[in-house]
């Protein structure tokens, strides 16, 4: 994949399960069990996985004992931080 579809991904907000992982701090294989499994909602394009920032924060959201506001905010920088890496 071109630098310049990264780029366009990470515009609209999707994620690698190799990004998820480091937002996680899991393995990709985990993120890709997550998808298998319909825990973790995702887009197959080609035959590579993309998961929104959306899909990944209401994940988040959705497993976590008790979210905050705080927590909620956290969350949220976390993936723009994800989304603004580029490893490419």
């Known amino acids: 994949m071109t630098k310049d579809m ?3 991904y990470d515009e609209i907000g999707f994620m690698t ?7 996680l701090q899991v ?7 997550l998808i298998r499994d319909v ?3 995702a887009h197959k394009i080609g ?3 993309r998961i929104s920032s959306d899909n ?13 506001e705080d927590d909620k905010q956290h969350f949220r920088e976390i ?3 994800a989304l603004k890496q580029d490893d490419y």
Not at 17 to 23: D, G, K, N, Y
């Open 17 to 23: 399960p190799e990004q998820v992982s480091r937002v």
């Open 47 to 49: 035959r590579q996985w």
């Open 27 to 33: 393995t990709p294989t985990t993120v890709r069990r």
């Open 79 to 81: 993936v723009q931080a």
């Open 56 to 68: 990944l924060l209401d994940y988040l959201f959705n497993t976590a004992t008790v979210v905050t």
């Open 39 to 41: 825990e973790l909602p």
């Open 6 to 8: 990264h780029n366009f």
